[in-house]
Nanobody
């Protein structure tokens, strides 16, 4: 499964961005998908996840109420809507497909990773 994240950029604090994750394979539609981020000098951390059919989602505590993950299996796309952005959201964001169809925040269950997209939030 090949994944490609896009939609990053520079935004002021309080602003919004929408990240997109595209897959070239239909098998994407059978996988749980997650968004992760990695800030300089920090480990890659889980941000949000969604089950194969979009029926279940889960979020890291610091983004709850601000970020929304969604998917359109007809288009092989997963999205991350990010609102009320803060400077601490600055990171490279990655999408990944899990070995499971269920939603999961366990990084070890994600075995397909796309290239990241930079999100920079200025204060």
């Amino acid at each position: 499964v090949q994944l490609q994240a896009s939609g990053g950029g520079l935004v002021q604090a309080g602003g919004s961005l929408r990240l997109s994750c595209a897959s070239s394979r239909r098998t994407f539609t059978n996988n749980g998908v997650g968004w992760f981020r990695q800030a300089p000098g920090k480990e890659r951390e889980f941000v949000a996840g969604i089950s194969w059919n979009g029926g279940s989602t889960t979020y890291e505590d610091s983004v709850k109420g601000r970020f929304t993950i969604s998917r359109d299996n007809g288009k092989n796309m997963v999205y991350l809507q990010m609102n009320s952005l803060k400077s601490e959201d600055t990171a490279v964001y990655y999408c990944a497909a899990a070995r499971t169809a269920a939603v999961t925040n366990r990084k070890e269950l994600y075995n397909y990773w796309g290239q990241g997209t930079q999100v920079t939030v200025s204060s």
